[in-house]
């Protein structure tokens, strides 16, 4: 019944978005005036049916249902009820029955709140969030069906990928995706710009906080999807520049880069096109991510199931959206008249120069994401990692730190340096200082990247403070906090990132029960193996005694385990966090002579990454409530006055 | 500082100017150091018969020989030898191997051409599971089944 239910509710809701488009454009051509009040309601509707659907995939989930085929090909019944809930997002139907739910719900929310767009572009902008949503409920229904049923329903369901079964599934994919797909809603908004030509401060005001709260979850799930794939996969790596993690970096780097102009062209009219373009280029870097990791041309724990059927449909897809995007983007543009101008020395300008250099960076990881598909395409295998990425982004993301620290001292329309060089009198010799310091160490063998990181990092840091001097702290809006928090998280990553790569230490042993391993400032003994049992695993667990340079031991407990359903190993490591940095332990193999491979790492300030994430993402919070609360205390004024008149009787 | 010399006509020209040149570079930095950066993937055949330059990272697939898996003292170097019916390379390994990687099963080496002609591997990829499988082993099974035949033979 449950699934009946879902799927009837997730036609429904298609028939919704077609309904939604057609009254849409019919009311925005004028041939239908009575439509017009109905694509809110109906836009609002839509979200409550796919968020219905989605809801009977989690019952269908929680309860185990074998008689359907999703849940027995990826749950069982003794598996830990968490990870079944959280399963049913970790398999390709439930995760875009997820995406299309998200992509309603988003739509649907801003039916439901946004008033400050013209009702023209209102209409147009939900006619396009239902354009994009058709083709997403076409691929579902088609050909990926989360509620289709078994002939016979099965007698045990065959298990989720262990490497799956870990609490960051229940976070890192809503997280992900709610960031991901949140984004269509700035897509919407361009085509609603663009159609009705309403590019302008208004359009900018009431677009940026939907992008802002969509970034904000895109920020922490790529956080947090790091964090995860730093423990589970047992590497000691936190980026890997897989394609995967690229399909979420580029959107990130998108909206970022979005937000920068929208804020240019909030405050001083100016980028009219390019914002527009930026918020079409934004979701299309999702919609690219999701052909990359759903098509089944990548393989990895994010691409389920392999079917070219599938990959064409969402190729489709993507041209179709991305061309009717480009296309009526070329067909406008010359009419979005030309903004204000700007000097090259003003905030403007180094806005333009983050934007630029953001750019950059996004072809810089777009080609290197597509290029073995293209060589693969022409008979050659290749793959593109570290030593690519890092170089090639380093150029573009250097400079455009530098100037992350300066551009928000400057003034908007036209400055000078002289103005705020006696600003920097701190940071700038902080930076030549440890930039000293750091070259002294880069001649005895840290890498030249981390070495620029570890000098860029405190200098910014301070520099990022700088906006609040000669502030009252108490009157500083929120939103300049938002970018001080943001502006200061970045740097907090980067020092962890270079840090990381600059001071870690590894060791790679062999070890008896009771012997004792030195890495970096530890001592770490191997106390002894135990066989422990969870409910759907069972482990080997090595109880070790770490103590920090000669101090009072802690015990971790690396585990091996072994999953039965499917059957397969996964190495749990075990983690140690001081204030300086992590203890990270995996327990390999028993050699045939009985000794037990151990791999520990000493990181120094690696959470510093993570925890700098989290601070971005505060920041774009921080940033996001004070412009919401603005905006409410406009409107509350607006409605008392427009009150009062009323009762005066004019 | 300020760009009195240019005419604020020709301001929305020269930031178009400026950005494509820099999208430009982009590209053609990227090309560049894809070309030198790419890691290109070899069958134990091709690197023996064209063997990548010294110090170049690629990548190496094929089968691991049976019988061929040798611990070093150290309890965590390993040498092996990848196979493909035609051509067979050694290689080292130190580090945990992952769950699936066994003798007489395809895996996939990243790493490098070492100075005696031991192909010194970083990290080491083997099948997962039915339903995850590294990209170039997938259309290796034919393959596969004709070196498993050659060597049992």
Same mark, same amino acid.
């Given at each position: 019944m449950i699934a009946e239910f879902g799927l009837a509710a997730l036609w429904l809701a298609g028939a919704l978005a077609v309904l939604q488009l057609i009254a849409g454009t019919l009311a925005l051509s004028g041939?239908? %005036?009575?439509l017009a009040g109905i694509v809110r309601p109906v836009a609002m509707m839509q979200g409550v049916l796919a968020l219905l659907a989605f809801a009977s995939l989690i019952l269908l989930f929680w309860h185990t249902d074998l008689s359907v085929k999703l849940v027995a090909l990826?749950?069982?019944?003794?598996?830990p009820l968490i990870y079944k809930l959280a399963g049913t997002w970790g398999n390709h139907e439930g995760s875009m029955l997820l995406w299309v739910a998200v992509m309603s719900m988003a739509g649907g929310f801003v039916a439901l709140v946004?008033?400050? &767009?013209p009702e023209p572009t209102m209409l147009a902008t939900l006619a396009g969030q239902a354009f994009v949503s058709i083709g997403f409920y076409a691929f579902l229904l088609m050909?990926?069906? %989360?509620?289709e049923r078994l002939p016979q329903p099965a007698i045990e369901g065959q298990g989720l990928n262990p490497l799956l079964q870990d609490i960051g599934l229940a976070f890192h994919p809503p997280t992900l995706y709610l960031g991901y797909v949140g984004l269509s809603v700035a897509f919407s908004f361009a085509i609603g710009a663009l159609v009705t030509r309403q590019v302008g401060p208004a359009f900018a005001r009431a677009m940026r906080p939907w992008v802002m709260g969509a970034w904000i979850f895109l920020t922490l799930g790529i956080t947090a999807g790091s964090y995860w794939a730093y423990y589970e &996969?047992? *590497?000691?790596?936190?980026?890997? *520049?897989?394609p995967v993690e690229n399909a979420s970096l580029m959107p990130w780097l998108a909206a970022t880069a979005l937000l920068h102009s929208a804020s240019v062209l909030a405050a001083r009219n100016a980028l009219r096109a390019w914002t527009v373009m930026l918020g079409v280029v934004a979701f299309s870097m999702s919609m690219v991510g999701t052909f990359l990791v759903r098509s089944g041309i990548l393989t990895s724990v994010h691409a389920f199931a392999v079917d070219p059927e599938r990959g064409s449909f969402i190729l489709a897809l993507l041209a179709i959206n991305i061309g009717a995007a480009l296309t009526l983007f070329a067909l406008r543009a010359a009419t979005v008249t030309e903004g204000e101008r700007f000097a090259v020395t003003s905030r403007e300008g180094a806005l333009v120069f983050n934007n630029v250099m953001l750019t950059g960076i996004l072809g810089i990881v777009l080609v290197g994401t597509l290029y073995p598909l293209l060589a693969e395409a022409m008979g050659t295998k290749v793959s593109v990692g570290p030593p690519y990425f890092n170089p090639a982004g380093a150029m573009f993301a250097v400079p455009m730190l530098i100037v992350m620290a300066v551009g928000p001292l400057l003034r908007w329309r036209r400055d000078s340096f002289s103005r705020v060089r006696a600003a920097l009198v701190l940071p700038l010799p902080l930076l030549l200082g440890l930039g000293l310091a750091v070259g002294l160490a880069f001649n005895r063998g840290i890498g030249l990247l981390p070495a620029i990181g570890l000098a860029l990092a405190p200098a910014i840091m301070l520099a990022s403070l700088l %906006? &609040?001097?000669?502030?009252?702290l108490k009157r500083t809006p929120l939103p300049v906090w938002g970018m001080v928090f943001a502006h200061f998280g970045i740097a907090v990553a980067m020092f962890g990132m270079a840090s990381e790569s600059a001071f870690s230490s590894e060791r790679l042993v062999a070890a008896n029960v009771g012997d004792s391993v030195e890495v970096g400032p530890w001592k770490v003994r191997l106390a002894r193996i135990e066989p422990i049992a969870g409910q759907n695993w069972t482990a080997l667990e090595a109880k070790m005694l770490a103590s920090y340079a000669g101090g009072a031991a802690t015990e971790i407990d690396p585990q091996a385990r072994s999953f039965w359903t499917p059957p397969q190993q996964t190495a749990e490591s075990a983690l140690l966090t001081r204030w300086n940095g992590q203890l990270y332990a995996v327990l390999g193999e028993q050699a045939e002579d009985g000794r037990w491979q151990l791999r520990l790492w000493w990181k120094p300030f690696v959470p510093l990454i993570w925890l700098g994430g989290v601070l971005v993402a505060l920041g774009g919070l921080l940033a996001l409530i004070g412009r919401v609360a603005s905006d409410l205390r406009r409107y509350v004024v607006r409605e008392k006055i427009a009150d009062r008149r009323q009762r005066q009787g004019r | 500082m300020s760009i009195g010399g240019i005419k604020p006509k020709h301001q929305r020209l020269v930031l178009v100017v400026i950005a494509l040149v820099a999208l430009i570079g982009a590209g053609l930095l990227a090309a560049w150091a894809l070309r030198n950066q790419a890691s290109y993937f070899y069958l134990p055949a091709e690197m023996a018969a064209k063997p990548p330059e010294q110090g170049r990272a690629v990548r190496l697939g094929g089968m691991v020989e049976t019988g061929s898996i040798k611990t070093e003292a150290d309890g965590v170097t390993i040498h092996f030898i990848v196979g493909d019916g035609k051509a067979r390379i050694p290689v080292s390994f130190r580090g945990i191997v992952p769950d699936?990687?066994?003798?007489?099963s395809g895996a996939v080496a990243e790493g490098r051409i070492g100075p005696d002609g031991t192909f010194v591997a970083d990290n080491l990829l083997a099948k997962h599971d039915e339903r995850y499988v590294p990209r170039e082993m997938k259309d290796m099974t034919a393959q596969q089944a004709r070196a498993t035949v050659a060597e049992t033979q």
């Open positions: 041939k239908g %005036p009575g990826n749950s069982h019944s003794a598996k946004e008033r400050r &767009l050909s990926s069906n %989360p509620f &996969l047992g *590497w000691g790596g936190w980026w890997f *520049w897989d %906006p &609040l001097r000669a502030r009252s | 699936l990687f066994k003798e007489g």
